[in-house]
């Protein structure tokens, strides 16, 4: 061979663009005082005071806002717009350098990511409170033949990552963006001489507390920065057994792995002012502004606060592999066994973070294939778990799996240029799941100085040690029954589809137990077990189309669909009243507790002949349920489970990839179906959020809620208050 190899040098760089697909929209200013009069007039007419019902938005207000005549006395904020950017830019760089000789190889890499969010930049802020991601990836991987059957390895890997963002959590600022009042105050005011921050825009609070909600006051409040290491070293060390019997080797790996975190967060407290109805509109545009302090008092300074964690792990791996060729015949075989430990570096004080984590396990796996036409493989593993009891730790799950490779029959010589591969194949095994809920779920806990529920003297309750957790010495494995039948079609040399068919029997599933009675002493505390089961099935199917055009230019067309949809078989709900109340034959995760709507009430003459509501009172455009049980009355025992699970059962993709000599151009779209989420009506409804502070209104509410003169509008009728009809 060769006493050295060229050494190859690999650079990359990619800009890339990310985007929201969707925003909901929001009522504009305009909209929103025009449907919260609507609400109001509603409120009016149900209380009987419409005789002296005042618009709660005058004409002028909302004729001004309209007008845009000043953006202090009439405001009209887009929130979103504020706080986040239509899209951003991100950059990848990767290095890969690889050669060697004879005796030594090596393979160096070098990465470096910036990724940026959409939060908007914020000129007036006298600190960076935008999003930023930075990863640098370092590695190493260098291989020695000691020996003529002896290689022996080292691989390092270092991931370091620094993050920049908002102390307020983007979750909350997308909420806030959504949710706040866009008319109430302007999102910031003129600076004054000798001001030092900025001016927030605000106003007294309509119930909770003592100002309003403004977003971009939340977002500018401060920012942290996180600091995540990632260090991964293994040494391997493999060894050819052909001395022993041709096609035998042994790998030994052994691994050390920590990872560490540390933040720090600075946060200021905002000032805001309220401007005073005693402003005044200038003819020329311009406002004699006259604001007032509201609020907290503000902090130009910023307080800290900082947090830190992180493990490490250990893992020690050995196999045995053989694979040779007679004839024919493949035959190969493997064995592994391996074990590793979890340690949390900051252990703190508990039982559960101050044990380290172990598992270890062996696997084997024989193979045979004849011909390159009947493949056959038949595999088990043998898991250990800390987490159950002496006697439950162990579990045994074999599998199997054939296949047959028809276009490389003698029959097939006739169209193998045009179906170029046609292989089926079937698979079938059994699965075991060991991260539970909770952690050594076989023991129990007992809290000491716990109220007992035991009372004294009339009103004194005893106090003592109490039983908080009941274990179960019998928990142990979860089990999952897996079978896959799939089919490999290759056509043209250029079209490759590939479709499998997979069914999943879950049992064993570990949850709480809700079926004891109260009798056993065991409320609120009751074991956990292995009780549960779910069933699922689906198809995947992906296809791949290349066709390279000359030496300069190729294309690459790509599709995928996958459907997966699973139903709780098994699961221990306590007494229901109602068999339809089950989850059993529902998704996981599926909304459950929900009433059943048949539209809106369109006549008082309805209401008088349908089943009585018991969700305070409610009249005609409030929501119709269905009574699920015919005894004319809707209450708690008229819901049901309803809709897909959180987790979509389709999901589907294309894309393409289009290269001119070292260039390429690639894109990939990716679209969910069949899933469905629970949206909180005081988070949707508008004017009854859990306070009026959040009381934005979706756009789609204009135009499509109920009215005499849109008796079959979408939504029901707006008010000013909470309808707990309509929650």
Known sequence: GRNSEKMNVSVRLENTFSMPTMIQEV??????????????????????????YQPFYSADKINGTKARLNKYLYPDN?????????????????????????????????????????????????????????????????????????????????????????????????????????????????????????????????????????PLAKLASGYGKRYYSYVTTAFTLDQNLDMVTK???????????????????????????????????????????????????????????????GHRRYALQFSLNYARKFGKHDVGAMFVYRMNEKKNNIAGTSEENLLPYREQGMAGRVTYGFDNRYLF??????????????????????????????????????????????KIRVSYGLAGNDALGERFPYRSIVAMGEESGFYYNWNSQGKGPKIT??????????????????????????????????????????????????????????????????????????????????????????????????????????????????VVGHPVNAITGVLVADGLFTSQEEIDNSPKQQFGNYTVGDIKYRDLNGDGIVDNYDTKPIGYSDIPEIVY????????????????????????FSTLTDQTQAFVGRNLKESSV????????????????KYPRMTTGAIDNNN
Request: overall charge negative; glycine content about 8%.
């Open 377 to 422: 493989e038949a595999s088990f593993g043998y898991n250990g778990s800390e987490n159950f009891a002496p006697g439950k730790r162990w579990g045994f799950f074999p599998s199997a799996a054939a296949g047959w490779v028809i276009s490389n029959e003698s029959f097939w010589d006739g169209i193998r240029k045009t179906v170029s591969n046609l």
């Open 469 to 582: 957790t009941y274990g179960n010495p019998n928990a142990t494995w979860e089990e999952a029954k897996k079978l896959d039948v799939g089919l490999e079609l290759g056509l043209f040399n250029a079209l490759n589809i590939e479709a499998a068919y997979f069914t999943e029997d879950r049992t064993g599933i570990f949850m709480r137990r809700t079926s004891l009675p109260s009798s056993t002493g065991l409320l609120g505390v009751t074991p956990y077990g292995n009780i549960g089961r779910v069933k699922s099935h689906g198809v995947d199917l992906s296809a791949v189309y290349n066709k390279q055009f000359n030496k300069d230019w190729s294309l690459s067309l790509r599709g995928t669909f996958t459907f997966s949809r699973n139903e709780v078989v098994e699961k221990d709900e306590g007494d229901l009243m109602y068999d339809y109340m089950s």
């Open 698 to 713: 979706f756009a789609d509410l204009y135009g499509n809620t109920w009215t005499p003169e849109n008796p079959g509008a």
């Open 78 to 214: 887009d929130w979103y717009d504020l706080l986040f950017k239509d899209f951003t830019v991100n950059q990848n760089l990767n290095l890969n350098i690889r050669g060697g000789s004879q005796k030594v190889n090596y393979f160096l890499n070098a990465a470096v990511s910036n990724e940026n969010g959409i939060i908007a930049d914020l000129d007036q802020n006298p600190y960076d409170v935008k999003m930023n991601h930075q990863k640098y990836i370092f590695q190493s991987n260098v291989n020695a033949k000691i020996t003529k059957t002896t290689t022996v390895g080292i691989k390092v890997n270092a991931q370091l990552e620094y993050n920049t963002r908002p102390n307020e959590d983007i979750g909350n600022l997308f909420y806030y963006s959504m949710r706040a009042n866009p008319v109430r105050f302007p999102a910031t005011l003129p600076a004054e001489e000798g001001d030092t921050f900025v001016r927030y825009g605000n106003n007294a609070s309509w119930d909770t507390g003592t100002t309003d909600l403004n």
């Open 27 to 52: 009522a504009d200013g305009v909209t929103y005082m025009q449907l919260y009069n609507e609400a109001s007039f509603n409120s009016a007419k149900e209380a009987g005071t419409l005789a002296t």
């Open 653 to 676: 993709g294309f894309g393409f990839s289009l290269q001119w000599k070292a260039f390429d151009l690639s894109a990939f779209f990716q679209g969910v179906a069949h899933v469905s």
């Open 247 to 309: 096609g035998l080797s042994a790998n030994f790996m052994a691994s050390f792995y920590n990872y560490t975190y540390s933040a720090t967060y600075r946060s200021a407290t905002p000032y805001y002012f309220k401007v005073e109805d005693e402003s005044s509109l200038n003819p020329d545009g311009t406002a004699n502004l006259v604001t007032n302090s509201i609020g907290d008092t503000g902090t130009t300074y910023l307080t800290s606060t900082d947090g830190n964690g």
